[in-house]
């Protein structure tokens, strides 16, 4: 868990034989349950996210695994809509002493719940960004938070686009209400003002009526934070509607996936930002989409943020848990796609980039952070 100085001890197992690394219970492999959502909203997000995960721990392992254990994953579904599945699934790992550590990508709801089953035994990596504040014992947050990626781009693009009017829209759970928080704080700051703000829960599988309602608010631009699949569905009816050819979106959740998915006749005046784009024409990004692309079978799932993220996590977890003392003061690097330092769950440094959608790709305009 996080020191009180908020820095990071060598993370230890509880449970079954407390205290001792897979290594020192004379275990063959280092299991790791690592979640994806495979369904729902956020299944969109799924194939990218464990072709990353099986790419991270091919590199793990060809470096002679966690002190010389291979590592081992067992995937696990973490779709919403599926908790009490996964809730169950982990405490019957945790009790058999099966697992030594938990990779998430999933929605913060989930991580919620899954910090009460998991209770510090051992550490949870979640990988995504969120909303920030995540204070549970043994919880490694490695993602942006909103003061990182939502707040210089609300700055630059009322600067840029002299956007005034805006409307809030996100799935009703605790990142987008969270966020949103947030981005009225910085609207105000900026001069703007809100004209409308809704939440909706997951599976909006006709967002016509949603779209109507906010073009009746008359904004410059709409913040969406939609998950996957909803998001997909918002922007076909935003753009059918030809709203995009007047009102700007901006968004901190949109990848790869929903871009393709959202048709490019849809996604003109959309900006996203985002602490990763595969089509960043950075050396480390460049040589990591070539092994990526070398290291599985063709074609390839499509890169993401979320997937990366999940790269991120798999390495995050090996450098914390490869460390021989118990320094409290050393920060912890790990093999990324992108810069990547962690100092703690409210201090990390990494790079945060806005991009704009040229039809379904992605054009990064400026690093924001």
């Known amino acids: 868990m996080e020191a009180v100085d908020g820095s990071v001890p060598k993370a230890r197992i509880s449970g079954p034989r407390a205290g001792l690394l897979p290594w020192e219970r004379g275990d063959e492999t280092h299991r ?98 969120y909303e920030g504040n995540e204070h549970s014992p043994n919880v490694f947050t490695i993602g942006d938070t909103p003061d990182q990626n939502l707040v210089p781009a609300i700055r630059r693009l009322t600067e840029t686009l002299k956007v005034k009017r805006w409307a809030l829209i996100g799935n009703d759970y605790v990142w987008p209400r969270m966020s ?27 967002a016509s009526w949603l779209v109507e309602r906010i073009a009746k608010s008359r904004p410059d631009i709409v913040l969406v934070s939609l998950i996957g699949q909803d998001g997909v569905e918002f922007n076909r009816s935003f753009g059918a509607m030809s709203l995009d050819r007047r009102i700007f979106r901006l968004s901190t959740v949109l990848e790869e996936n929903a871009l393709l998915a959202s048709e490019s006749a849809n996604t003109k005046r959309l900006f996203v930002s985002a602490a ?22 063709k074609p390839p799932p499509m890169l993401n943020s979320f997937g990366q993220s999940i790269y991120e996590g798999m390495n995050f977890y090996s450098a ?42 992605f054009c990064v305009t400026e690093q924001l952070a």
């Open 32 to 129: 790791v349950a690592v979640l994806v959502p495979i369904g729902g909203s956020a299944g969109i997000w799924g194939p990218s996210c464990i072709s990353c995960a099986q790419v991270a721990i091919g590199e793990i392992n060809a470096a002679d695994g966690i002190n010389g254990l291979p590592l081992e994953p067992i995937f696990l579904n973490s779709d919403a809509d599926t908790v009490h599945t996964l809730e169950r699934e982990i405490n019957e790992l945790l009790d058999n002493g099966e697992i030594s550590g938990v990779v998430g990508m999933s929605v913060s709801s989930v991580r919620q719940r899954l910090n009460k089953i998991i209770a510090g035994r051992v550490p949870h990596i979640y990988t995504p960004h």
């Open 180 to 206: 949103h928080v947030v981005a009225k704080r910085t609207i105000a700051e900026t001069g703007g003002n809100v004209v409308f703000e809704g939440y909706v829960p997951f599976g909006l599988e006709d």
């Open 276 to 297: 990763y784009f595969s089509s960043l024409q950075t050396d480390q990004n460049l040589a990591f989409r070539e092994r990526y692309e070398a290291g599985l079978r």
């Open 320 to 361: 914390m848990m490869r460390r021989e003392d118990d320094s409290r003061r050393a920060a912890i690097d790990y093999q990324s796609a992108r810069d990547g330092r962690y100092y703690s769950n409210a201090k990390k440094d990494t790079s945060v980039y806005l991009a704009r959608a040229d039809g379904v790709q």
